[in-house]
């Protein structure tokens, strides 16, 4: 799969919205990637195995994609060194935001959290402006 299809964009909300429900019935936890992998760098503790566990699923979805649906096309545009620069921004802003796409995004807006969808928008937002800049004025 080379492309992205209404049937795979589905399919993949569908996913995404049954762990994240899942995570919040069985744990009563937000589904934000950056709240779930940043718990991991704390000392170990009661929480530390089912965040390891969701880790190593988002990790492991990758393989069994390949496996059960065919190869992986990936195409970078950017060096290396601009993909780490933009990987602690996103990482600061994650931070600074109270949270990451998924958290407020997935998660915050299905609760109708004013303050995801605000959080949305600005992600949205700003992402727009920066390929734009990146596209037509670099």
């Given at each position: 799969m080379t492309e992205i299809t209404i049937l795979s964009a589905a399919l993949?909300?569908?996913?995404?919205?049954?762990?994240a429900g899942l995570l919040l019935l069985t744990h009563k936890r937000v589904a934000g990637i950056s709240g779930i992998?940043?718990?991991l760098l704390l000392?170990?503790?009661?929480?530390?195995?089912?965040?390891?566990?969701f880790v190593l699923g988002l990790i492991g979805s990758a393989p069994l994609?390949?496996?059960?649906?065919?190869?992986?096309?990936?195409?970078?545009?950017?060096?290396?060194?601009?993909?780490?620069?933009?990987?602690?921004?996103?990482?600061?802003?994650?931070?600074?935001?109270?949270?990451?796409?998924?958290?407020?995004g997935v998660?915050?807006?299905?609760?109708l959290?004013?303050?995801?969808?605000?959080?949305t928008l600005m992600f949205m937002f700003t992402a727009g402006v920066t390929v734009y800049i990146q596209r037509h004025l670099l």
């Open positions: 993949g909300g569908v996913v995404i919205g049954l762990a992998a940043s718990g000392p170990w503790n009661a929480e530390s195995g089912w965040r390891l566990w994609y390949r496996i059960t649906v065919g190869e992986i096309v990936i195409n970078l545009d950017a060096p290396l060194p601009i993909l780490a620069v933009a990987g602690v921004l996103v990482g600061y802003g994650s931070r600074l935001g109270g949270g990451c796409t998924s958290g407020h998660c915050g807006i299905a609760r959290s004013v303050r995801s969808i605000v959080a």
